[in-house]
């Protein structure tokens, strides 16, 4: 299997933004704490909840996916499956890419992401992904944990209950 071709100069730089893209994740990842509810951790860039969990107390499929990418960055790998299972692969995947791409860059060779084993092997992921997330969010009651979570459902509660008072009242 032939990872590589040579190519035009402007293509082979352009695939640095795969490298630039991974050097920053990771930098943020390592910045990060990772949320203890295994989920959140975004929060600390100043990013809302996810919707999925504050509306409707589920987790959506990429919850838990920062907070995974910063526990493998610290270290905890056990934690990092725990927050969401696909997380470390998805990782290790990215960093395979944009590795990769620096190599090629160094070598003056275009990594060929468009071949049909590379395009197989990233649907069949995806797939995979979605199917699990979709799977868990069916699956998965009880998900608010961080405080904004627990009180924007407590007050979403509150207001439902008031206007159905309200309504029964009229």
């Known amino acids: 299997m032939h990872l590589f071709e040579p190519s035009k100069p402007i293509y082979v730089r352009a695939q640095l933004v795969w490298t630039a893209a991974w050097a920053f994740c990771t930098a943020v990842g390592l910045y990060l704490r ?51 299972p696909l997380g470390v692969p998805m990782y290790l995947g990215f960093s395979a890419i944009a590795l ?9 060779l275009r990594l060929l992401l468009d071949s049909r084993k590379f395009n197989l092997g990233f649907v069949t992921f995806v797939t995979i992904f979605f199917v699990f997330g979709f ?12 405080e904004k979570e627990k009180a924007f459902r407590s007050w979403a509660n509150q207001t439902a209950k008031t206007q159905s008072q309200q309504s029964t009242t009229h």
């Not at 905890?76 to 725990?82: G, K, L, Q, V």
């Not at 990769?100 to 070598?107: A, E, H, I, M, P």
């Not at 799977?135 to 961080?146: D, H, P, S």
Request: proline share 8%; glycine share 14%; hydrophobic share 35%.
């Open 34 to 84: 990772p949320d203890a509810h295994g989920h959140g951790t975004h929060q600390q860039l100043g990013l809302p909840p996810c919707p999925s969990v504050l509306l409707f107390d589920r987790p959506c499929p990429g919850c838990g996916l920062t907070t995974s990418w910063t526990n493998f960055l610290h270290g905890h790998i056990i934690e990092a499956f725990r927050c969401h």
């Open 100 to 108: 990769l791409s620096l190599y090629g860059n160094f070598k003056g």
């Open 135 to 146: 799977a868990r969010m069916a699956l998965v009651t009880g998900f608010a944990g961080t």
